[in-house]
């Protein structure tokens, strides 16, 4: 069992405890947060031309790449400052949808 020096020590001016100890465990259990989910489904298609009518072996491929095609959401991790004025808010967010279209000549 471990024991937090700062447990219930606030100074007269409002500082948070001074002798805490770096690298000392809390007793805050493992997992004990949980930030905000995760899910992205990516999609791609692909379509290859055979163009042997010019030369053998030429083709036209071509590809299109949808990344969080649904779009969702994904926050951030909140903030995990305590006297910070966003403290719990998660204030950025991965990138919404994208498209992507991909031409290829191969000879």
Same mark, same amino acid.
């Given at each position: 069992?471990?024991?937090?020096?700062?447990?219930? /020590? /606030?100074?007269?001016?409002?500082?948070?405890?001074?002798?805490?100890?770096?690298?000392?465990?809390?007793?805050?259990?493992?997992?004990?947060?949980?930030?905000?989910?995760?899910?992205?489904?990516?999609?791609?298609? /692909?379509?290859?031309?055979?163009?042997?009518?010019?030369?053998?072996?030429?083709?036209?491929?071509?590809?299109?790449?949808?990344?969080?095609?649904?779009?969702? /959401?994904?926050?951030?991790?909140?903030?995990?400052?305590?006297?910070?004025?966003?403290?719990?808010?998660?204030?950025?967010?991965?990138?919404?949808?994208?498209?992507?279209?991909?031409?290829?000549?191969?000879?």
């Amino acid at each position: 069992l471990f024991r937090n020096p700062c447990a219930g /020590v /606030v100074s007269a001016t409002g500082a948070s405890c001074t002798n805490q100890l770096i690298g000392r465990q809390g007793t805050v259990a493992r997992g004990a947060f949980v930030g905000p989910g995760f899910s992205k489904f990516d999609f791609n298609l /692909v379509k290859q031309i055979p163009l042997d009518h010019f030369r053998e072996g030429m083709r036209l491929t071509l590809r299109a790449d949808f990344f969080n095609l649904f779009n969702r /959401v994904n926050f951030g991790q909140p903030v995990n400052t305590i006297n910070s004025a966003n403290f719990g808010q998660s204030t950025t967010a991965a990138a919404g949808r994208i498209v992507q279209f991909v031409g290829r000549f191969e000879f």
